[in-house]
């Protein structure tokens, strides 16, 4: 049997019997964990208020040989992000980021990436806490988000042969299967991809260099915007491999003069 101290962000909960809650959390030190709280809706002493979405916590838990879900002892609130849950484009962008790290984070895996990968989430909810959410944050968030889960796209190199990207062919064919962009040699040679211009992918790869506060400086907007919104979304359902519960809600509070989803 292992135990597991350790902080965690809570990433979804699930009611499980009369008295039972299961949670699925990301650690600072062990990456995604699904676990059972036992009497979770009864026991104010040992869950106080704690199991509720975006809540960051001191957990202690066990791993029991042989089963697939820990057991949750203990938990401990350390801060709960109260924004989030008192504005519908905060809440839909949080919920949106939590089901990305849910869907994607590994499970274990090393200890400095957990931590690295814990530290982003904390970082990206307290930005979506400070800052109104609009499609450009979304954006610039996903792709960060991507980028903390190990899963970003290349964007300064053509993907097939390695050459960096030339001023020469200002259009470019990037490749959702390939990770990244043809340059215009290895675009004659293949099918088309999504056309995207290379002034877009290089906002896009300066946008992973800045402290998320300074992204409000970047330029991106009009049609920079739309092919990179493109990109990034079809990009992430690639490695998510289906449409996210919350992406439809995240997509309405944010182009509300829209009626259907993308
Ligand atoms: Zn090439």
């Keep these: 049997m292992k135990r597991l101290r350790t902080e965690a962000l809570v990433l979804r909960t699930l009611d499980f019997g009369e008295s039972d809650r299961i949670v ?3 650690t600072r030190n062990g990456g995604r964990m699904v676990a059972i709280a036992k009497g979770a809706k009864r026991s104010v002493k040992r869950f106080p208020g704690a199991l509720d ?27 709960s992000f109260g924004a989030l849950r008192c504005d519908t484009r905060r809440y839909a962008m ?13 499970e274990g895996g090393a200890w400095a990436d957990s931590r690295a990968l814990f530290d982003f989430a904390r970082e990206a909810l307290g930005w979506v806490e400070l800052r ?22 290349e964007l300064r190199n053509c993907v097939r042969c390695g050459s960096p990207l030339k001023a020469d062919t ?13 340059c215009g040699a290895c675009s004659a040679k293949n099918d088309a991809g ?9 906002t896009l790869e300066q946008s992973l260099r800045l402290d998320l506060p300074r992204l409000d400086r970047l330029g991106l907007s009009g049609r920079s915007l739309d092919q990179a919104a493109v990109l990034v979304s079809r990009f992430e359902r690639f490695h998510v491999g289906l449409e996210l519960r919350s992406a439809a809600f995240l997509h309405r509070v944010l182009h509300p003069d829209v009626s259907t989803a993308a």
């Design 24 to 26: 699925h959390l990301l």
């Design 53 to 79: 979405l975006f809540n960051f916590l001191r957990i202690e838990a066990v791993q029991p040989r042989n089963a697939s879900m820990a057991r949750l002892e203990g938990a401990t609130l350390l801060s």
């Design 94 to 106: 949080g919920c949106y980021l939590l089901e990305l790290f849910n869907r994607l984070a590994p």
């Design 132 to 153: 109104q959410p609009d499609p450009r944050m979304r954006v610039l968030l996903e792709l960060r988000t991507l980028d903390a889960l190990g899963l970003c796209p």
């Design 170 to 182: 200002p259009v470019v064919q990037f490749q959702v299967a390939e990770g990244g962009p043809h």
């Design 194 to 202: 999504l056309s995207v211009h290379l002034g877009t992918l290089r």
